[in-house]
């Protein structure tokens, strides 16, 4: 009966160590995946607050609103899908 549980006891260690070896060889290096940037429906989906299919300068938040003048093609004052698809993807940030 003692020898069944040491078994059973090396058997689970070696499993355990057997998928921890796998999950790990499977995470991106860094620790981090590159992500691709949000498309145009996420972005509206997360921002438009008030589903009116435009965002004003209210609504958005992080580095778009850093260059909500040059999306803003048509000066407005609000973003639409349209001006947002033309608009320049950003680069992907340099590491040191």
Request: aromatic share 6%; hydrophobic share 30%.
């Given at each position: 009966?003692?020898?069944?549980?040491?078994?059973?006891?090396?058997?689970?260690?070696?499993?355990?160590?057997?998928?921890?070896a796998?999950?790990n060889?499977?995470q991106?290096?860094?620790?981090?995946?590159?992500?691709?940037?949000?498309?145009?429906?996420?972005?509206?989906?997360?921002?438009?607050?008030?589903?009116?299919?435009?965002?004003?300068?209210?609504?958005?938040?992080?580095?778009?609103?850093?260059?909500?003048a040059?999306?803003?093609?048509?000066?407005?004052?609000?973003?639409?899908?349209?001006?947002?698809?033309?608009?320049?993807?950003p680069?992907?940030?340099?590491?040191?």
């Amino acid at each position: 009966m003692k020898k069944m549980i040491v078994k059973s006891a090396v058997l689970t260690a070696m499993v355990t160590v057997f998928f921890s070896a796998n999950v790990n060889a499977q995470q991106p290096q860094g620790g981090q995946g590159q992500k691709e940037p949000p498309s145009v429906d996420e972005i509206f989906g997360q921002m438009d607050k008030d589903e009116d299919g435009k965002l004003s300068k209210k609504e958005i938040k992080g580095p778009l609103k850093n260059d909500f003048a040059k999306i803003d093609t048509d000066e407005d004052g609000y973003i639409t899908k349209e001006e947002l698809e033309k608009a320049p993807k950003p680069k992907g940030r340099k590491r040191d």
